[in-house]
């Protein structure tokens, strides 16, 4: 099932987009990508949660009862299948001028099938070299501002890989265009720390925790490209693929240890969520609105 919701309703035709909203024109927004499973936003309270922490530091204007109503209405009566739910925020139409201020903020929400076939895909990798910069505001923030990603991910795809390995500007492995990385090594995960230009991914964060569920203690700090190809696996997390397995960086094979322990603690917490309402603990909200 295809559906909008914009500014308050659902669209029934076409959208009608503010020539000056700066959403459009200059990428001031921000965005959230839900995975929609029996009716549920999975994780949903977590999205929200770090979609209000950057709309707070980018002066956005978030209203949570709004968003909250938004979402039940475009989820009002869609099948049990799966699904896309993309929230999207911006600032509005404004004067111009990079530091001008919006009037009302724009909202909109779009609902899409998606094929669950999609999740646990392995994946091949290139080292791209577009870098991501611990400083900038983009690497850390959901932003609607993702050119370097969308360079990358082209780079990737004319080399004929499925995405690309971004590394920051010290060198260190960051994330793909779309994923969190983690490397699995001697029974540890290990995944690029906060200061390593990373966008903290909500499925990031829920594996961390699956992971130690079952007795997998996980690393953050910087990790070098070699260790990749040294590790015992690596695998890439986004909140539709869940675990994707790397089997290939720069068409040199990476080892293919049985990841079937997480993709499991994932799964299983997937179906916590589903049967259940689908708020995380505040520990968990906490780590991502920090």
Request: glycine residues 8%.
């Amino acid at each position: 099932m295809n559906r909008v919701w914009f500014n308050g309703a659902i669209l029934d035709g076409p959208l009608a987009l503010d020539a000056g909203d700066r959403g459009l024109l200059l990428g001031d927004g921000i965005f959230e990508t839900v995975l929609v499973l029996n009716r549920t936003p999975l994780w949903g309270n977590m999205h929200l949660a770090r979609m209000e922490s950057s709309a707070r530091e980018l002066g956005l204007g978030f209203q949570r009862a709004e968003i909250d109503d938004a979402i039940s209405a475009i989820l009002d009566g869609i099948d049990e299948s799966h699904h896309v739910l993309r929230i999207t925020l911006t600032r509005g139409s404004a004067a111009r001028g990079l530091g001008a201020n919006g009037g009302s903020p724009t909202l909109l929400l779009s609902l899409d099938p998606f094929d669950p076939a999609l999740m646990f895909q392995k994946a091949t990798l290139v080292t791209s070299a577009v870098r991501r910069n611990p400083h900038s505001v983009a690497s850390r923030l959901k932003t609607t501002s993702y050119i370097d990603n969308i360079a990358a991910a082209r780079e990737a795809s004319a080399r004929g890989a499925d995405d690309a390995l971004m590394l920051n500007i010290d060198g260190n492995a960051a994330c793909s265009t779309i994923a969190n990385l983690f490397v699995l090594k001697d029974g540890r995960l290990i995944t690029p720390a906060r200061d390593q230009a990373i966008l903290t991914g909500v499925m990031r964060q829920v594996l961390i925790a699956a992971a130690a569920h079952i007795g997998i203690v996980t690393e953050e700090r910087a990790v070098k490209p070699a260790e990749l190809l040294a590790a015992d696996a690596v695998c890439l997390t986004n909140s539709l693929r869940f675990i994707r397995p790397v089997t290939a960086l720069d068409q040199q094979p990476l080892s293919a240890f049985d990841l079937s322990n997480l993709m499991a603690a994932l799964s299983d917490a997937a179906r916590l969520q589903c049967g259940r309402d689908p708020r995380a603990s505040d520990e968990q909200v906490a780590s991502l609105a920090k």
